[in-house]
Every structure is written in structure tokens, then in C-alpha cells.
């Protein structure tokens, strides 16, 4: 039954309105406070440590409210707490009281039923009246019986399974999150339906691994058949990726892409001794997977970008003239930006930026003083990620105020490295304005970049969307005034080689044909011309090249049947092309299944290296000896269970709109240009000024000493001279782990005259090593390391 709502409601609150109703009568409501007049939307808890003072728990306490109310309010909660508290202590311990209890019904059950048919057995031959009054006796007597087991049991039965799914939940590591899927819930249910019974204690474990498998996999097979269907209209797309898996076996998987969705085929086991993955391998596996599809079915075959590849796109369109190999939008749009990343006036920048973010991941003391400024985590800069350079530079500038806190703090110089070279450098590098101009200048450049890799790595239509897309990135990217005009052409060179690598005839024949472009803008385009004729040439006879193209000047001029409808022009229409081309496809007949067709594709093979996630969740280091094919049959119900749950609520295909990409595009037309230096950006650079002039000091007081000529110690006996003796300082740094321990017999020092410079004399004083309770000598925070092993190298990246 539920509690009802709490009358606190009624006494802090000016008004409340329940906004989530929950099973307890409460809920979450929006309120506003009796006393400092905020407005909230939280639940009973809060508002208890709201009214209380005592804030926390996702709210701040109240500083209004009179202090005896809120004593009250805090010792009437406390209360609450205690009986809270003792009820789930009586809970716990009559949890295995109930588990005793249940085992000894059960057992009492069973020797009432032997009873039973034991008395059945000695009533067989009494009198039939008393026969016919015992029966009426007993029946009543079971169904009252029954319906006080029914309620007195049942709850018991239900706490009792919850604590064994909790125990299992915790035993076998299963996320907590499962409990609140659909499938566990069918589980639950189909479980609970079954029925209890002392004979069957679930799958077993040889069926569930073997006959059960395959089973399933064809049980899936038949469910996903309207997919396949929908390959004969709307066409697909071939995708293949590599990848090793935890016991470096290198596993191809080829997946089929269409506007439905995206089915596993298979996995191909590259591990066996003296496999070679060269094009003509994966050219085999790739025509087995097209004849299996049918040749009439597919459009495209789509891979990265290695040689390998390439050399399989050749033989695949030498065997399949209606089929063409397309390299992967999402690979080049990520290897162009690591490109603009390596050109030599942005690479040091680069580099910067991961020495940053590298030295204040990996000291701990540093990442708690940045957490405590910044609700954000430093991206680390993974080159496996897509478009990394973009993120590394966007959370650096989002962080930027924060990092300039961490570095100011008095606790970074107390850290255990807030003195060395490394620490030094992170701190001026956070205060050098020029480090931040850099990366404001380049941001404009690679936004739209990231903008046009995150609309290709979508799954669904985006083959028509591509060149469009690409056209309106080099359009932003020539507009960008915060660089130079010579920067500005390292970049668009880049861009437009990288263009010429990934265009092909099928993506100006799709864009042609997308109703939201189309227009004589685009039709004037010569090259756009000659790439729609040549790949016209692959997949139609001469004579359907004549027919296509009288029906495609009338298309392009808006000219034909179906523009009679005022609803054909209209751009939340033309935004959806297959759509559109289903419903008005009418007027251009010869049309229509070429273009149903090319637009229904994806441009990259990005379904691919989200399948491996799969992979890795089946195949892990406490899982690791499925055998490929065992995994194949995992990962194939895996991965197509997921879609026929997304199929079953589609209503549609998946289009990619050009509204949304429109809309990108122009949210992020607003580039970070130089801002006018503020107060607070004029002391950061006041203080990296002075911090660069008391380096150049220090440097010169170095190279002054080291210039110096050394002299013979004076020898033993009083000193007859009246200059003092100075000794150099000694150039330590820490022991290394497995390095021996250096004693105090085997430091020498280097004993020099009295400098005419006293200045000098008086910054190096005599310098006296000091040792920890190990014999290890002690770094002091007042000498500055500067030995070769404080430099950036590679080594500090990985």
C-alpha cells in the first residue's frame, strides 16, 4: 500500500505539483521553498536536506529557514534514518530465516502429500456417504489450504528470489543494468510461467553452448527474412573489417548494409599458419559473400583504406562490373585530420598538447587538483580514435580555465614532481597565450571536418549526402580568417587531395539524384556530369542510358506528373529521398530503382568497427578459448538479435536528413576567433613573462658556472687566504628502480675558487646531500633537475 505523500509538503513548501508519480506516493515535485523562496523539482529527500540546512544529496541547504525549524526538521529525520535503519537490520536477519523456512515447507509439502495418498489408499473401501461428505470436507479444506499458501507464501518466494538473483547478479560479475532490460524481463517471466519443478534447474550447459546455438542462429535466420527481402528493392552494401582479438587471432567480419539495418554475415579466421591476408584473399571471401547475397543485390563494397583492400575493390569491379569498390569516408575524413595535424606548423602544437594532457593524467596528484576545478575528464589523445586532434583540442580549450587553476594551486608545487622539468614545462606551456591562440586558430578548420566524419560514421542513407556534405566543409573551411593565407593553402590542399582519394562515380550520381540539391547549380557542374556517364556505364545498357537521360533533364527541371502535387518541392519532404522517391517516383519511372537503389547506402563501413565491441565483450581475458567458430555463432546472434529488436519497431528506413546536417553546419558557422585579451588573460601572461625570465636566468647562471675553469682543491691545512672556499653544486636526481644505492664515500665533489661574480657565489652555496631512512639520496625541491632524463621523448606518450 502505498505511504502516501509527506506532510512536508504542505508545511515548507508555497506550492508543489507532482511532476513523476512513483509506487510509494510521492514522487518527484516541483516546489518552491517557504522560506528562501527557490524553486526546485526533487523528491522528499532533498527537500528534508533543504529545509534542514543541511544541503547535499544534489542540493544546497537552505539559508533562511530559522534555526529551531531546522533542528526540528534534522532530529525528525534523524528519527526516520533510525527506524529506516533498524527495519532493514530485522530485514537482513529474517532474510536466511525465510531461506530456512521455504526448504522446510517444501519438505513438510512432500510429506503431506505421501500422507494424503496413504489415507486415500485406507478410505478406498468405506461407506460412499461418508465417502461423498469426506470428499466436500476436503475440498474445502484444500481450497482454503491452498489459498493461505498462495498468500502466505508467495511473498516469501519472491524475497527469496530476489536474493538469489542478487547473489548470482554479484558472483558472476553481471551489471546491475541488465535487471532493466526487456530480455531480462522476458527471462523472469518465462521462468516464473515454467512453474516450480524439482526435475529441471535451468538450460544445460552442453545444450546451451552447442544444439541450442545453432538453433538460435537459425531460429534468427527466419525472423531477419524481411530484411533480406528488402535487399531486392532497395539494394545493399558489402562492409569489411579487421581486427585481433585477445589471443592476437586476426578475424575478418563481413556485415550487409542497408536502409533496414545492418546484418552480420560471417567472420573469417585469418590466424591459421601461413595465412596471408593479401587482396586476392580477401577478394575470395568478399565474391563468396556476394554470390551468397545474390550479384543483382549488391551495390557497393566498402573497406578501409590499406593496399590490400584496394587491390580487392580492383578485382571485385573487374568480376562484378555493376558493383564498385568505395574506400571509407569515415577512414579518410580521420586521416585527413591527422594530416593537418602532422603539417609542420601545427605538429609542435600537437605534441604540446599531448605532453600536457599525458603529465597531468598519469601524476595523480595532479589529475585531483584538476578534478577538483573541472567537471570534465582531459580526453586522452588515442590515435585509434576518430578525429582525435579535434577532441584533444577541443576539451583542452573547454578545460582551459581549469588547467590554469590546477597550475596556480599551492598544492602543485608541493606535489612529488611539482618541481621538475616536466612539471615546470606543463605549467608555463597552461600560461603561454600563444599555446591557446594556436588552438583557436585551427579549431575553425577542423570543426567542419568533425562535423561531416560524424554524419558519415552514422549508420543509414548517407551515400547522397556525401558530396554535399564534403563541398559545404571546403566552403566553411576557405572562409576561416584566423589564419594565414599560406596556412589557409596547406590546408586546402589537403583537403582536396584527400577529395580525389575518396571520390567516386557513384557518389556524383547519388548527389544528383538527392531531391533536396538538386537544382541547375549542380546540373552545370561538368565534372558532376562525366561521373554520373561513367557510372551509368556500369550498371545500364546503352538504350537505358537514353532513357534515363530524357527523364533525367526532366527531373532536373521539375518537369513531369508528379509536380503537380504542391507537397513534391517541399524541403521537409525532399529531406527524406527515399521517400520521396517512393511516393513520387511515379513520374520518372526509369528513375526511380537507380535511385532507390544508390540512396539507400551508407558511405563508410563504420557498422564494422562498432561490431567489434561485440567481439570484445564475448571474447575477454577470463573468456578467451571460444574457437572462431563458436565465436562467430555468439557474436552473429549478438549483433542480429539487436537487430531484429530495432526492426520490429522501425516504420521506415533510416534516412540521414540534410535539415539536421544543414543545422550542424551552421551552429558551428560561429568560429573561435581571437578575443580581446581580458583582465585575467593579461595577469596568465604577465605571470608566463616572468616565469620565462627567471628561466633565462637560471640558464645563464648554468652556463656561467659550467664555462667556468676548474681549479685543484686547496690543500689540507689551515688556509692561509682569506677567500673563502665555494664547492659546485652536485647535479643529482632520484635513484632508479634496480639502480644500487649511491653512498656518501662515492659522491665527489668538485671544489672551484670563490667566483669574482659574488652574486653568483651567493646563489651556489655549498650543497650537502641528504638521505632518507633507505640510504637513498634525497632530490632537493630547491635544485633544479636538468639532466637528460627529465626530456620529452617518445616514451613519455605511450
Same mark, same amino acid.
Given at each position: 500500500?502505498?505511504?502516501?505523500?509527506?506532510?512536508?509538503?504542505?508545511?515548507?513548501?508555497?506550492?508543489?505539483?507532482?511532476?513523476?508519480?512513483?509506487?510509494?506516493?510521492?514522487?518527484?515535485?516541483?516546489?518552491?521553498?517557504?522560506?528562501?523562496?527557490?524553486?526546485?523539482?526533487?523528491?522528499?529527500?532533498?527537500?528534508?536536506?533543504?529545509?534542514?540546512?543541511?544541503?547535499?544529496?544534489?542540493?544546497?541547504?537552505?539559508?533562511?529557514?530559522?534555526?529551531?525549524?531546522?533542528?526540528?526538521?534534522?532530529?525528525?529525520?534523524?528519527?526516520?534514518?533510525?527506524?529506516?535503519?533498524?527495519?532493514?537490520?530485522?530485514?537482513?536477519?529474517?532474510?536466511?530465516?525465510?531461506?530456512?523456512?521455504?526448504?522446510?515447507?517444501?519438505?513438510?509439502?512432500?510429506?503431506?502429500?505421501?500422507?494424503?495418498?496413504?489415507?486415500?489408499?485406507?478410505?478406498?473401501?468405506?461407506?460412499?456417504?461418508?465417502?461423498?461428505?469426506?470428499?466436500?470436507?476436503?475440498?474445502?479444506?484444500?481450497?482454503?489450504?491452498?489459498?493461505?499458501?498462495?498468500?502466505?507464501?508467495?511473498?516469501? =518466494?519472491?524475497? %527469496?528470489?530476489?536474493?538469489?538473483?542478487?547473489?548470482?547478479?554479484?558472483?558472476?560479475?553481471?551489471?546491475?543494468?541488465?535487471?532493466?532490460?526487456?530480455?531480462?524481463?522476458?527471462?523472469?517471466?518465462?521462468?516464473?510461467?515454467?512453474?516450480?519443478?524439482?526435475?529441471?534447474?535451468?538450460?544445460?550447459?552442453?545444450?546451451?553452448?552447442?544444439?541450442?546455438?545453432?538453433?538460435? #542462429?537459425?531460429?534468427?535466420?527466419?525472423?531477419?527474412?524481411?530484411?533480406?527481402?528488402?535487399?531486392?528493392?532497395?539494394?545493399?552494401?558489402?562492409?569489411?573489417?579487421?581486427?585481433?582479438?585477445?589471443?592476437?587471432?586476426?578475424?575478418?567480419?563481413?556485415?550487409?548494409?542497408?536502409?533496414?539495418?545492418?546484418?552480420?554475415? #560471417?567472420?573469417?579466421?585469418?590466424?591459421?599458419?601461413?595465412?596471408?591476408?593479401?587482396?586476392?584473399?580477401?577478394?575470395?571471401?568478399?565474391?563468396?559473400?556476394?554470390?551468397?547475397?545474390?550479384?543483382?543485390?549488391?551495390?557497393?563494397?566498402?573497406?578501409?583504406?590499406?593496399?590490400?583492400?584496394?587491390?580487392?575493390?580492383?578485382?571485385?569491379?573487374?568480376?562484378?562490373?555493376?558493383?564498385?569498390?568505395?574506400?571509407?569516408?569515415?577512414?579518410?575524413?580521420?586521416?585527413?585530420?591527422?594530416?593537418?595535424?602532422?603539417?609542420?606548423?601545427?605538429?609542435?602544437?600537437?605534441?604540446?598538447?599531448?605532453?600536457?594532457?599525458?603529465?597531468?593524467?598519469?601524476?595523480?596528484?595532479?589529475?585531483?587538483?584538476?578534478?577538483?576545478?573541472?567537471?570534465?575528464?582531459?580526453?586522452?589523445?588515442?590515435?585509434?580514435?576518430?578525429?582525435? %586532434?579535434?577532441?584533444?583540442?577541443?576539451?583542452?580549450?573547454?578545460?582551459?580555465?581549469?588547467?590554469?587553476?590546477?597550475?596556480?594551486?599551492?598544492?602543485?608545487?608541493?606535489?612529488?614532481?611539482?618541481?621538475?622539468?616536466?612539471?615546470?614545462?606543463?605549467?608555463?606551456?597552461?600560461?603561454?597565450?600563444?599555446?591557446?591562440?594556436?588552438?583557436?586558430?585551427?579549431?575553425?578548420?577542423?570543426?567542419?571536418?568533425?562535423?561531416?566524419?560524424?554524419?558519415?560514421?552514422?549508420?543509414?542513407?548517407?551515400?547522397?549526402?556525401?558530396?554535399?556534405?564534403?563541398?559545404?566543409?571546403?566552403?566553411?573551411?576557405?572562409?576561416?580568417?584566423?589564419?594565414?593565407?599560406?596556412?589557409?593553402?596547406?590546408?586546402?590542399?589537403?583537403?582536396?587531395? =584527400?577529395?580525389?582519394?575518396?571520390?567516386?562515380?557513384?557518389?556524383?550520381?547519388?548527389?544528383?539524384?538527392?531531391?533536396?540539391?538538386?537544382?541547375?547549380?549542380?546540373?552545370?557542374?561538368?565534372?558532376? =556530369?562525366?561521373?554520373?556517364?561513367?557510372?551509368?556505364?556500369?550498371?545500364?545498357?546503352?538504350?537505358?542510358?537514353?532513357?534515363?537521360?530524357?527523364?533525367?533533364?526532366?527531373?532536373?527541371?521539375?518537369?513531369?506528373?508528379?509536380?503537380?502535387?504542391?507537397?513534391?518541392?517541399?524541403?521537409?519532404?525532399?529531406?527524406?529521398?527515399?521517400?520521396?522517391?517512393?511516393?513520387?517516383?511515379?513520374?520518372?519511372?526509369?528513375?526511380?530503382?537507380?535511385?532507390?537503389?544508390?540512396?539507400?547506402?551508407?558511405?563508410?563501413?563504420?557498422?564494422?568497427?562498432?561490431?567489434?565491441?561485440?567481439?570484445?565483450?564475448?571474447?575477454?581475458?577470463?573468456?578467451?578459448?571460444?574457437?572462431?567458430?563458436?565465436?562467430?555463432?555468439?557474436?552473429?546472434?549478438?549483433?542480429?538479435?539487436?537487430?531484429?529488436?530495432?526492426?520490429?519497431?522501425?516504420?521506415?528506413?533510416?534516412?540521414?536528413?540534410?535539415?539536421?546536417?544543414?543545422?550542424?553546419?551552421?551552429?558551428?558557422?560561429?568560429?573561435?576567433?581571437?578575443?580581446?585579451?581580458?583582465?585575467?588573460?593579461?595577469?596568465?601572461?604577465?605571470?608566463?613573462?616572468?616565469?620565462?625570465?627567471?628561466?633565462?636566468?637560471?640558464?645563464?647562471?648554468?652556463?656561467?658556472?659550467?664555462?667556468?675553469?676548474?681549479?685543484?682543491?686547496?690543500?689540507?691545512?689551515?688556509?692561509?687566504?682569506?677567500?673563502?672556499?665555494?664547492?659546485?653544486?652536485?647535479?643529482?636526481?632520484?635513484?632508479?628502480?634496480?639502480?644500487?644505492?649511491?653512498?656518501?664515500?662515492?659522491?665527489?665533489?668538485?671544489?672551484?675558487?670563490?667566483?669574482?661574480?659574488?652574486?653568483?657565489?651567493?646563489?651556489?652555496?655549498?650543497?650537502?646531500?641528504?638521505?632518507?631512512?633507505?640510504?637513498?639520496?634525497?632530490?632537493?625541491?630547491?635544485?633544479?633537475?636538468?639532466?637528460?632524463?627529465?626530456?620529452?621523448?617518445?616514451?613519455?606518450?605511450?
Amino acid at each position: 500500500m502505498p505511504r502516501g505523500i509527506s506532510p512536508l509538503w504542505g508545511i515548507h513548501t508555497t506550492h508543489n505539483e507532482l511532476v513523476n508519480n512513483t509506487s510509494s506516493g510521492s514522487g518527484t515535485r516541483r516546489w518552491a521553498c517557504k522560506y528562501c523562496g527557490k524553486q526546485f523539482s526533487t523528491t522528499t529527500t532533498r527537500l528534508i536536506r533543504h529545509v534542514s540546512g543541511l544541503g547535499g544529496s544534489g542540493i544546497s541547504g537552505c539559508t533562511e529557514v530559522p534555526e529551531d525549524i531546522a533542528e526540528i526538521v534534522r532530529k525528525e529525520h534523524k528519527l526516520s534514518q533510525d527506524a529506516a535503519m533498524a527495519r532493514r537490520r530485522e530485514f537482513l536477519a529474517a532474510s536466511q530465516d525465510i531461506l530456512e523456512e521455504v526448504e522446510d515447507i517444501g519438505q513438510s509439502a512432500s510429506t503431506l502429500k505421501s500422507r494424503t495418498s496413504s489415507v486415500r489408499d485406507e478410505n478406498e473401501g468405506s461407506n460412499p456417504s461418508e465417502e461423498h461428505s469426506s470428499k466436500k470436507f476436503k475440498a474445502s479444506h484444500s481450497s482454503l489450504h491452498s489459498t493461505f499458501l498462495s498468500a502466505g507464501l508467495l511473498k516469501q =518466494r519472491q524475497r %527469496v528470489a530476489d536474493i538469489e538473483i542478487e547473489r548470482c547478479i554479484l558472483e558472476c560479475n553481471i551489471p546491475f543494468n541488465v535487471v532493466r532490460t526487456d530480455a531480462w524481463k522476458r527471462m523472469v517471466k518465462a521462468i516464473a510461467q515454467a512453474g516450480p519443478s524439482d526435475d529441471w534447474h535451468g538450460v544445460d550447459y552442453k545444450r546451451l553452448r552447442t544444439s541450442m546455438l545453432i538453433e538460435e #542462429k537459425e531460429r534468427i535466420e527466419n525472423l531477419l527474412e524481411p530484411i533480406k527481402l528488402g535487399w531486392q528493392t532497395y539494394g545493399c552494401s558489402i562492409l569489411s573489417d579487421g581486427w585481433s582479438d585477445i589471443r592476437h587471432r586476426h578475424i575478418i567480419n563481413i556485415m550487409v548494409s542497408s536502409c533496414l539495418g545492418t546484418y552480420f554475415l #560471417k567472420a573469417i579466421d585469418c590466424s591459421r599458419a601461413g595465412t596471408r591476408i593479401t587482396g586476392e584473399f580477401i577478394f575470395e571471401h568478399i565474391k563468396a559473400a556476394i554470390e551468397e547475397i545474390g550479384v543483382q543485390n549488391v551495390v557497393q563494397v566498402i573497406t578501409d583504406n590499406a593496399s590490400n583492400c584496394k587491390r580487392m575493390g580492383e578485382l571485385v569491379e573487374a568480376e562484378f562490373p555493376s558493383i564498385v569498390w568505395s574506400p571509407c569516408a569515415a577512414h579518410c575524413l580521420d586521416l585527413l585530420i591527422e594530416d593537418i595535424g602532422k603539417l609542420s606548423w601545427l605538429s609542435p602544437v600537437v605534441s604540446d598538447a599531448k605532453k600536457v594532457i599525458s603529465f597531468i593524467r598519469k601524476n595523480h596528484q595532479a589529475l585531483a587538483i584538476f578534478r577538483a576545478y573541472s567537471e570534465k575528464e582531459l580526453i586522452r589523445p588515442a590515435e585509434t580514435r576518430f578525429g582525435y %586532434v579535434y577532441h584533444v583540442f577541443a576539451r583542452l580549450h573547454v578545460c582551459m580555465d581549469a588547467l590554469r587553476m590546477t597550475v596556480v594551486d599551492p598544492r602543485w608545487r608541493s606535489m612529488a614532481r611539482g618541481r621538475t622539468e616536466r612539471a615546470n614545462f606543463v605549467q608555463r606551456k597552461i600560461f603561454d597565450m600563444d599555446f591557446w591562440a594556436e588552438i583557436e586558430c585551427i579549431m575553425p578548420i577542423l570543426r567542419p571536418i568533425h562535423i561531416v566524419l560524424r554524419f558519415a560514421d552514422m549508420e543509414g542513407s548517407t551515400l547522397g549526402l556525401l558530396y554535399h556534405m564534403y563541398t559545404r566543409m571546403q566552403e566553411a573551411i576557405s572562409s576561416v580568417t584566423t589564419l594565414s593565407t599560406s596556412r589557409l593553402r596547406d590546408v586546402t590542399e589537403l583537403v582536396e587531395l =584527400r577529395w580525389q582519394f575518396l571520390s567516386r562515380p557513384i557518389h556524383s550520381f547519388a548527389a544528383l539524384l538527392h531531391p533536396y540539391f538538386k537544382g541547375p547549380r549542380l546540373w552545370s557542374q561538368p565534372h558532376m =556530369r562525366h561521373m554520373k556517364d561513367l557510372y551509368m556505364d556500369r550498371i545500364m545498357s546503352p538504350d537505358q542510358q537514353v532513357t534515363f537521360d530524357s527523364e533525367f533533364s526532366a527531373y532536373m527541371s521539375n518537369v513531369g506528373i508528379a509536380y503537380a502535387r504542391s507537397t513534391s518541392l517541399r524541403s521537409d519532404v525532399t529531406s527524406r529521398p527515399l521517400e520521396w522517391w517512393n511516393h513520387y517516383g511515379y513520374g520518372h519511372p526509369s528513375i526511380a530503382p537507380y535511385a532507390l537503389r544508390v540512396l539507400s547506402q551508407d558511405c563508410s563501413s563504420s557498422p564494422c568497427e562498432r561490431n567489434w565491441s561485440a567481439f570484445s565483450l564475448v571474447h575477454t581475458k577470463l573468456r578467451n578459448r571460444l574457437s572462431v567458430e563458436q565465436l562467430h555463432r555468439v557474436v552473429f546472434c549478438k549483433a542480429n538479435l539487436r537487430l531484429l529488436r530495432t526492426l520490429r519497431s522501425l516504420t521506415g528506413p533510416k534516412q540521414t536528413s540534410p535539415i539536421d546536417f544543414e543545422s550542424a553546419f551552421t551552429s558551428a558557422e560561429v568560429c573561435i576567433e581571437a578575443s580581446i585579451l581580458d583582465e585575467q588573460d593579461q595577469v596568465y601572461r604577465m605571470l608566463h613573462a616572468e616565469l620565462e625570465s627567471i628561466d633565462r636566468r637560471v640558464t645563464r647562471a648554468r652556463s656561467r658556472a659550467t664555462s667556468r675553469p676548474q681549479r685543484d682543491p686547496p690543500e689540507e691545512g689551515p688556509s692561509t687566504s682569506a677567500t673563502p672556499v665555494y664547492t659546485r653544486r652536485r647535479k643529482m636526481r632520484p635513484r632508479r628502480r634496480g639502480q644500487p644505492i649511491v653512498l656518501e664515500a662515492q659522491l665527489e665533489d668538485i671544489v672551484e675558487d670563490a667566483p669574482e661574480d659574488h652574486e653568483f657565489a651567493e646563489m651556489v652555496p655549498t650543497v650537502e646531500p641528504e638521505y632518507d631512512d633507505e640510504g637513498n639520496v634525497i632530490p632537493r625541491d630547491d635544485i633544479s633537475l636538468s639532466s637528460s632524463e627529465d626530456s620529452f621523448g617518445i616514451d613519455d606518450l605511450e
